[in-house]
């Protein structure tokens, strides 16, 4: 199903009500042209229908869907992607692993736990569902192995007992545009390191 066909959440709602207050608080819009746009909004059935409320106005900072630095994805494909998304993902790894790779989308807001074994996540060719994403880690006794391309910075806001985080750098990046993980939860007799490498070469026939 193509995302302007899928029906419109609430939350889908709130983020347009929220973007027509910034627009009318910028002069983008008068009083009564929010009103009529409000009137739009609610009697909208699917995301398409959303978009239209707002096509006339700049993208909201800080919004998705935003590919990491080097991935080679237009722009309908992130938004098909994102469209498909739920808002959070739960990644477990007990006595086992478990990887994403390859061309994924980064939710929000991924809880990753792991016990006594080990997760990988690769975002070199990832599409993040916002500018800033947070991944929640619960890491026991197994480790968690983030790889990111060039240019995103990793904050570091986790507990470690015994354990512990290493960024190799990740968090030296301070450029306002470039994407964000935010790194929380606890590690505890185990570890998560973040590391850069370049994007993957993609073969002819892959593009």
Not at 30 to 55: C, I, M, N, S
Not at 57 to 71: D, N, V
Not at 158 to 170: A, D, E, P, Q
Request: overall charge neutral; charged content about 30%.
């Amino acid at each position: 199903m193509e995302p302007e066909h899928i029906r419109a959440s609430d939350a889908d709602r709130d983020r347009v009500i929220e973007r027509l207050r910034e627009a009318v608080a910028e002069g983008r819009l008068t009083p009564e042209e929010h009103e009529e746009r409000l009137d739009t909004l609610y009697r909208a059935k699917t995301v398409g229908e959303l978009a239209a409320v707002t096509r006339d106005l700049p993208a909201e900072r800080g919004t998705g869907p935003f590919p990491t630095q080097g991935m080679e994805v237009s722009s309908d494909e992130a938004r098909r992607m994102a469209a498909q998304g739920e808002g959070r993902e739960n990644i477990v790894a007990v006595f086992g692993g478990a990887e994403r790779k390859g061309r994924w989308l980064v939710e929000a807001r991924t809880n990753v736990s792991v016990l006594c074994g080990g997760v990988e996540l690769d975002l070199r060719e990832a599409v993040l569902s916002q500018r800033e994403v947070t991944i929640q880690c619960a890491v026991v006794l197994g480790g968690l192995e983030i790889t990111v391309p060039h240019g995103v910075r990793v904050v570091n806001n986790t507990s470690g007992i015994l354990g512990g985080c290493s960024l190799h750098g990740t968090d030296e990046v301070t450029d306002p545009n470039h994407p964000v993980i935010r790194l929380t939860g606890t590690c505890m007799l185990g570890g998560i390191e973040v590391k850069v490498k370049k994007p993957k070469r993609r073969k002819k026939k892959d593009r």
